[in-house]
């Protein structure tokens, strides 16, 4: 299992480390108007997940904005942030941040996205920040579990990554 910090202490992550080759276990979250979304609701797409601890952060509102940003320039690509933060933070933040191009949703009811990816942080009930690209078959070829929770992921090797899907 990879090892994560945040704020350089250890954490535990619950839930199997995913690899690039293994395919990607069906999950619900919530949108921003509380329905539920899974894995299966974006078939025969590319995703590529980013996974934040907290909206609301520096880091997780840079990497969230940037990829909306790329988002723009992506066929075939359904980008898709996902936290633990309340629907209701996500819509907020979205709309003060102008973010059309990608989807928001919200682990905090059931934190199955969480167990399921290898990323809910035991501690401090949060998402570790990852990033995951799941081809259009649901299978996943790269993953970035952020060795340091404050630290960015590399965005160009998972924007590569998704360029490269099929």
């Known amino acids: 299992m990879t090892n994560v910090t945040f704020g350089e202490k250890p954490v535990t992550l619950l839930g199997n480390e995913l690899k ?9 979250a919530l949108t921003n108007d509380l329905e539920e979304k899974s894995l299966s609701d ?29 988002a723009k320039k992506l066929d075939n690509v359904q980008v ?14 979205k709309e003060v941040n102008q973010v059309e191009s990608l989807e928001m949703l919200s682990d905090h009811r059931d934190g199955d996205f969480g167990e399921k990816f290898g990323v809910l942080i035991k501690e401090l ?19 970035e579990y952020v060795s340091e929770v404050s630290n960015h992921p590399d965005y160009d090797k998972a924007l590569e990554a998704a360029k490269q899907a099929e």
């Open 42 to 70: 974006y078939k025969g797409k590319i995703k590529l997940i980013s996974v934040v601890p907290s909206i609301d952060t520096g880091v997780c509102s840079i990497q969230t904005n940037r990829f909306n940003e790329e």
């Open 20 to 28: 690039a080759g293994d395919y990607a276990p069906d999950f619900k």
């Open 125 to 143: 009930r949060l998402l570790a920040r990852s990033i995951f690209v799941v081809d259009s078959n649901d299978k996943i070829t790269y993953v």
């Open 80 to 93: 898709v942030t996902i936290s633990m933060d309340l629907p209701f933070a996500q819509k907020r933040w």
